[in-house]
């Protein structure tokens, strides 16, 4: 389930992508305040940096696996008035890598049709989670920016997660970039748009608390022979007038972590429905924190580049990975 690690991207973007993960840290100091972590109890977590100037050191970039991609055109013009988001060049895995004996295996692949909305279905994208940093398991902290270039007045999304939480927990955020420099965001929360998409016997409900967001399909583990699962989730533009420039996902470091496997927008039409009114922007700001680190010469004052930044977070004897960045010509 957790295979795939996404490295955010050197250059100009590679530090100020490591501020978001730099919210990990204090977001599980808060966690363990307030003993919302099982088993962790009263701790003090530190969080450790290791800077390691290396010259002229080139951080590798993710590269992912090639896909067989319809023209994101040719899809435009036979999924009217949908648009598939191609993902290719952000999945951490394709889906047509995984045997039959194995979970991500048994997902349909291709170009499917649930609920009328067609979906691209050639990877996943998993983000990280503190469940999955616990087992040494470091995911995306951060991915896109995924590029759009178009209006919609709502996005349709196909998703899962991994470990469990309790319900109305944030574990991811879809942030919309528009062409306007405006910028909105969308909390995906356990429990109410996501479940565990591994069916485990001790779970007491199966239904999500948003009514728009449900169980779409359901599959075999050849592997274990239990039931999988994946949810399809409905959002309202919040700006439909505006064109989208781009999408990005970004944990929430929850216990679970989320897991996405197409996005399709529906660009409207005579036969529409209107948007929901009364739409609220969420307030992330409990979850999310901006900090900005820079790497100067002590002797000079000037900016270093390609220096490296490893985040950690250790508690007690436990270390929690959350990554390597590199720094830009500005430190």
């Known amino acids: 389930m ?25 977001r599980f100091s808060r966690m363990v305040r307030a003993g919302w972590l099982r088993g962790i109890g009263r701790a003090m977590v530190r969080i450790g940096f290791t800077l390691a100037v290396a010259g002229l050191l080139t951080m590798p970039q993710h590269a992912a696996e090639p896909a067989e991609t319809r023209p994101a055109g040719a899809l435009a013009a036979s999924s009217e008035p949908f648009y598939p988001v191609p993902l290719a060049g952000f ?13 991500w295996g048994a997902v349909p692949r291709g170009l499917h049709k649930f609920d009328g909305v067609p979906f691209l279905l050639e990877g996943k994208i998993e983000m990280n989670g503190m469940g999955a940093s616990r087992d040494n398991n ?23 997660a991994g470990y469990k939480d309790p319900d109305d927990t944030p574990i991811a955020e879809i942030r919309l970039n528009y062409k306007s420099g405006q910028m909105r965001h969308i909390v995906i929360k356990y429990g109410e748009h996501v479940r565990n998409w591994h069916v485990e ?14 169980i779409i399909w359901n599959g075999i583990n050849g592997a274990t022979g239990k039931p999988l699962r994946l949810f399809k989730n409905t959002f309202d533009n919040p700006l439909p007038q505006q064109e989208i420039k781009s999408l990005q996902v970004l944990s929430m470091f929850g216990k679970a972590f989320f897991a996405l496997c197409a996005i399709t927008l529906e660009e409207g039409g005579g036969n529409a429905p209107g948007q929901a009114p009364g739409l609220d922007e969420p307030d992330d700001t409990p979850y999310r924190r901006e900090s900005l680190v820079r790497v100067l010469d002590a002797d000079t004052g000037l900016a270093i580049s390609n220096a490296v930044l490893v985040l950690i977070v250790t508690e007690d004897d436990k270390i929690y990975k959350f990554g390597r960045y590199q720094s830009d010509r500005l430190g």
Do not use: W
């Open 2 to 26: 957790n295979e795939g690690q996404e490295i955010p991207g050197s250059g100009s973007r590679g530090m100020k992508e490591a501020v978001h993960d730099l919210r990990a840290g204090r």
């Open 91 to 103: 999945y951490q895995r394709l889906l047509g890598s995984y045997t039959a004996r194995e979970a």
């Open 138 to 160: 470091f995911m995306a902290a951060r991915v896109g920016e995924i590029p759009v270039n178009r209006r919609a007045v709502r996005l349709h999304l196909i998703a899962g």
């Open 201 to 214: 016997g001790d779970e007491k409900r199966t239904d999500l608390l948003d009514p728009r967001a449900h």
